[in-house]
Every structure is written in structure tokens, then in C-alpha cells.
């Protein structure tokens, strides 16, 4: 029973790099999200998927990209890394939107990402 | 940007105390919830309260909602030092479908 898995856990970027944070949760769930988590700052939503083929932006969507291929799993992928996406990642889902909002999403454990 | 504001940013108390943080919001709500975040984890969900009620209880938590004064509170009675966690409120708006999440409280209990 993994929940909501993140991998990496730790990654050092230099600027202009490109990488996938990965997300994957064995819940069945449709709905899934990514948030940055920064120093005295919410957790701000980034993009949201409500099932697969599925994407839409969030509060702070630029210079992120998602694909929802599977249920299962939700990538986000930084283009091109700038020193202000070093953050905290969180990948949360739930069965739908709907009833995350009503009953709580399940958090992955976070991505430490540095962009140097 | 945010819409929960919690209160105070840290909190640090002994063993046994209760702990009592504050949750403001600035827009209308469908519910508020409030998650546990321990150091290096991802958030726990721990108790949602809908707009309707009042005040809500599960285990040694106690949330109460003002939908007047747009403030809730989270009383976690008798603390222990496994309480050791960052608290964040967030709030439900169903006219646009968005959850925001506040910055968080830091409360340390020390043994």
C-alpha cells in the first residue's frame, strides 16, 4: 500500500537544465496535483489533472509542463530550471477534485529541488 | 496567493500542554481543513469542517469555526512530543473550485 510516491527526493540543478520530477499513486485515484512549497509561503498549486488525457494550470503554472498518459502516474517536467523554481515539490491526489476539496488529498513525501 | 493565514508562525510548548493555533481567511469557504506536516514529509490530512458547523473533535484535536469572523482554531489537547510538526489550514471555495493552503504553524513540544 505505497499511497502517493515521489521520486526524486533530492535534486541539484544547474540553470538552463531540464528534468521530470516523477509522481505515482496506487489508489486508483483520478484526480492528482503538484504544489511548490516555498519558506513562509502556502503551498501553491501548480497544475492539476481531474484523470488521464487531463491538464490544466494552477496559481503558479509557468515554466512547468504535465502529461496525464495514465491514472497512475502524473510527471512534472521543468524545461529549462531557473534558481526561483528551488522549492519543495508535493505531488497530492485524491479520488476526484471534488472530494479531495471534501475530504483531504494524500500527500507524496516531497521533491527537494535546488537550482543552482 | 494565500488565503489561510495562520497564527502564531511558531509555538513551542512542554509536554501535557495544549497547543492552540489560528487559521484566518479572507473569501467565503466551503469547508477548512487543517493537515500535520512532520520535518521532511508530505501533509497528512487531519479534520475538515464544513461551513455549517461549529466545532468538530477527533481524538485530542478540537476545531472550531467562525464563519463570522472568518477564523478558525485547532486545540490539540495534552500534547506530546510526537506533536512536533508544522500545522497548515487550508480552505475550500467551491465557487471556483480552489483549495489554498496557509503558510503554517511550527509547533515544537518539548519533552
Known amino acids: 500500500n505505497a499511497g502517493v510516491t515521489q521520486t526524486p527526493k533530492f535534486q541539484v540543478l544547474k540553470t538552463g537544465q531540464s528534468m521530470t520530477l516523477q509522481c505515482a499513486q496506487d489508489?486508483?485515484?483520478?484526480?492528482m496535483s503538484w504544489y511548490r512549497q516555498d519558506p513562509g509561503m502556502g503551498l501553491r498549486l501548480i497544475h492539476y489533472?481531474?484523470?488521464?488525457?487531463?491538464?490544466d494550470q494552477g496559481e503558479v503554472p509557468n515554466g512547468y509542463n504535465v502529461s496525464r498518459s495514465t491514472t497512475e502516474d502524473f510527471p512534472l517536467r521543468l524545461l529549462s530550471a531557473a534558481p526561483s523554481q528551488t522549492s519543495v515539490y508535493f505531488c497530492?491526489?485524491?479520488?476526484?477534485?471534488?472530494?479531495?476539496?471534501?475530504?483531504?488529498?494524500?500527500f507524496g513525501s516531497g521533491t527537494r529541488l535546488t537550482v543552482v | 496567493s494565500q488565503q489561510g493565514e495562520e497564527d502564531p508562525q511558531a509555538l513551542s510548548i512542554q509536554e501535557g500542554e495544549n497547543a492552540t493555533m489560528n487559521c484566518s481567511y479572507k473569501?467565503?469557504?466551503?469547508?477548512l481543513q487543517w493537515y500535520r506536516q512532520n520535518s521532511g514529509r508530505g501533509l497528512v490530512h487531519l479534520i475538515l469542517i464544513r461551513s455549517n458547523e461549529r466545532e468538530k473533535h477527533s481524538g485530542r484535536l478540537r476545531v472550531t469555526l467562525d464563519t463570522s469572523k472568518k477564523s478558525s482554531s485547532l486545540l490539540i489537547t495534552a500534547s506530546r512530543a510526537a506533536d512536533t510538526a508544522s500545522y497548515f489550514c487550508?480552505?475550500?471555495?467551491?465557487?471556483?473550485?480552489?483549495?489554498?493552503f496557509g503558510a503554517g504553524t511550527r509547533l515544537t513540544v518539548k519533552p
Open positions: 497530492a491526489s485524491s479520488y476526484s477534485r471534488t472530494r479531495g476539496a471534501n475530504y483531504g488529498y494524500t
Open positions: 489508489m486508483n485515484h483520478e484526480y
Open positions: 489533472s481531474v484523470g488521464a488525457g487531463i491538464t
Open positions: 487550508a480552505t475550500f471555495s467551491g465557487n471556483n473550485n480552489d483549495m489554498r
Open positions: 473569501t467565503s469557504i466551503n469547508n
